[in-house]
């Protein structure tokens, strides 16, 4: 299980990208709408199996094989940057 | 999202490092919780007393206050506009520090932040409310204890269980049938007063 840090800011762009901004680092990020939606998902509460679910829900083309790969990275970086953390 | 990207944290570029997020209690009023500050980075000793600006304290952490005079030997002198006092800290004329120049709000709206002389009106306005705000405050508690110079109420109407108290035409409390008055503003409670009516 994992939680977000409360104090991150998360801000959607009008093309569908996003801002990310960690106040106690003071670093930005941009995200991609495939973050974006992974993001969304992480702070609605959805595991692993939930947020590969919304992004097939989301994306018109099926998922490939590394998504799953590609989600564990990611999520990966977003705990190193001090945006997530396990709960 | 039409297809699936590899997700990505990118680092924004040095052009786009020039934003801020607001947060804190310090500065309300002139930003809002989760506005992005648009903000330009300059010598201290350019800034000019009325000027937002954004700096690392000796702890390390992102302040947002308003300079708002020179100190004996060159230095910053800020404070946040909803503080007491000013900061301890003086900032040195030759650190680096960001003007905020912009304020994004959250609805999207985009707001020019005054600077200099109109910032440091702004700074002695938004001080005299909060010195108006305090002093409403302690008359509402005095009034609030002084019964005999409150005016009676005596107009009501009854709707339904309550009892509603009338002013001028204004609804002003409610009585339920336990007797307790509800007072629809504590300015109504300070000034007015109505006679509980006798069981």
């Not at chain 2, 905020?100 to 938004?126: C, D, Q, Y």
């Not at chain 2, 035409?169 to 049938?177: E, F, I, L």
Request: proline share 6%.
């Amino acid at each position: 299980m994992i939680k977000v840090n409360p104090l991150a800011v998360f801000r959607q762009e009008f093309d569908n990208n996003a801002i990310l901004f960690n106040p106690d680092s003071g670093e930005i990020f941009a995200l991609n709408p495939t973050g974006r939606v992974i993001w969304q998902a992480i702070s609605e509460g959805l595991d692993r199996e939930g947020i590969l679910k919304k992004l097939a829900d989301e994306c018109s083309t099926p998922l490939p094989p590394e998504a799953g790969r590609d989600l564990d990275d990611f999520i990966a970086s977003l705990k190193d940057k001090g945006f997530l953390a396990d709960a | 999202m039409r297809e699936f990207a590899k997700p990505e944290l990118r680092p924004l570029s040095d052009a786009v490092k020039e934003w801020r997020v607001y947060h804190g209690n310090s500065m309300l009023r002139v930003f809002s919780p989760g506005d992005i500050m648009l903000v330009e980075q300059i010598t201290a000793k350019n800034a000019a007393p009325g000027d937002i600006i954004c700096f690392t304290d000796s702890n390390g952490k992102n302040i947002v206050h308003r300079f708002i005079r020179w100190s004996d030997d060159g230095g910053l002198i800020t404070m946040g506009d909803n503080n007491a006092t000013p900061d301890i800290g003086i900032i040195a004329p030759e650190c680096m520090v960001y003007r905020v120049t912009e304020r994004h709000t959250l609805s999207g709206k985009i707001i020019p932040v005054s600077a200099g002389r109109k910032g440091l009106l702004t700074f002695r306005i938004n001080r005299f409310r909060k010195f108006a705000r305090r002093l409403m405050t302690i008359a509402a508690g005095i009034l609030r204890r002084i019964n005999f110079l409150k005016i009676p109420v005596k107009n009501f109407s009854h709707f339904g269980d309550e009892k509603i108290f009338f002013f001028l035409g204004h609804p002003v409390a409610k009585c339920s049938d336990d007797k307790n008055i509800i007072w629809l503003s504590p300015w109504f409670r300070a000034v007015l007063k109505i006679k509980t009516p006798e069981k």
